[in-house]
């Protein structure tokens, strides 16, 4: 299992409790319950400086999901980006143009939160609603072991970053994190 850190995992079959139930369905149906490891951490450190921080994860292997919408004919189009901490996604002009949208703009938290069925701080690609293309930065697809959220603030996933390509309407693109 991955560590990283501070962390030491555990294989998310074995820790389907502390995961959001739509991220442990989804690992399921990916077939990454052996690969991705889960880790309980301190809600209150869920966010990703104070993470980084108390754990000793570091800006280049930390991924944080992003959700971005912008309308197109009345059509709210909602994307998940998927950048590194050491960087920030190109919302303005990679997000924008992959949404076809004119503007851009990060979904509020509350519709965040609603829209995804999981915790603010916690939002991960894996459960997402499946309409949404999931956009992941070409340096998350290249890292050995990427954290991210597990859908709750209580806890995170380690997995290998190309793992996130077998989400359905994935993309991989380079420049996404700026």
Known sequence: MPTLG???TKPAGE???AIAPVTARALQALGLMETAGVVEIDPELSDTAAFM???GV??????????VAGKREGQQRIAAC????STRA?????VRKELNVRKASFLPMDQAVADSGMEYGGITPLGLPEAWPVLIDARVDAADTVVIGSGVRRSK???PGSALRAIPGSRILEGLGR
Request: glycine share 0%; with cysteine.
């Open 6 to 8: 501070t962390l030491t």
């Open 15 to 17: 820790m389907t409790d």
């Open 90 to 94: 190109d919302v303005n002009t990679v």
């Open 58 to 67: 570091d800006p280049d292997t930390s991924a944080n999901c992003v959700l």
């Open 82 to 85: 998927m950048v590194l901490a």
């Open 157 to 159: 996933i380690l997995l």
């Open 53 to 55: 921080e108390r754990y």
